[in-house]
């Protein structure tokens, strides 16, 4: 920081720091070591925006939490996936997401994601989320994705 009575560059100590602006901003009370001036900054706290990248790069939207929630809420529509379950997977998606810094992702990388943590969690979610994601084309896509789900019946059925 520049202190604004000297102009010494970065010789400030923070005297106190507190969120205003539900958050989105840091108020900060600093004195200069230079000439002992008290000012105050505001900083704005950078939010990593993510755009959802349609299919074939045709229309972008901004990702959002609760868009997510809601068709894996769908998915998971009375079977025996809790709510907590729904957001830990949200959450792990989340933070996958954030962690790569990239600013576009495609809708198919965040279906598969959703597809692989479900297809753990409730196989009945998984499929209706599968169906609904994929908007299957014709009746061998379905068979697909109930295919992949048979290693683990068998391995169940067997001794
Ligand atoms: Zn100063």
Known sequence: MKCPYCGALDKDHVL?????????????RRECDACRGRFTTFEEIEILRLTVVKSEGRSREPFERSKLQKAIEIAC???????EQIEN??????RMLYS????????AEIGEMVMER???LDQV???????????????????QIVDRLAPRRTARGSK
Do not use: H, M, N, W
């Open 89 to 94: 997977v949200i959450t792990d998606i989340e």
């Open 118 to 120: 479900l297809k753990a």
């Open 125 to 143: 979610a998984y499929v209706r989320f599968a169906s609904v994601y994929r908007q299957f084309e014709d009746a061998q896509q379905f068979r």
């Open 16 to 28: 106190d720091s507190r969120p205003v602006r539900e958050g989105e901003s840091i108020k900060r």
């Open 77 to 83: 529509k009375k079977r025996p996936v809790t709510a």
């Open 100 to 107: 790569r810094q990239e600013k576009e992702v495609p809708s």
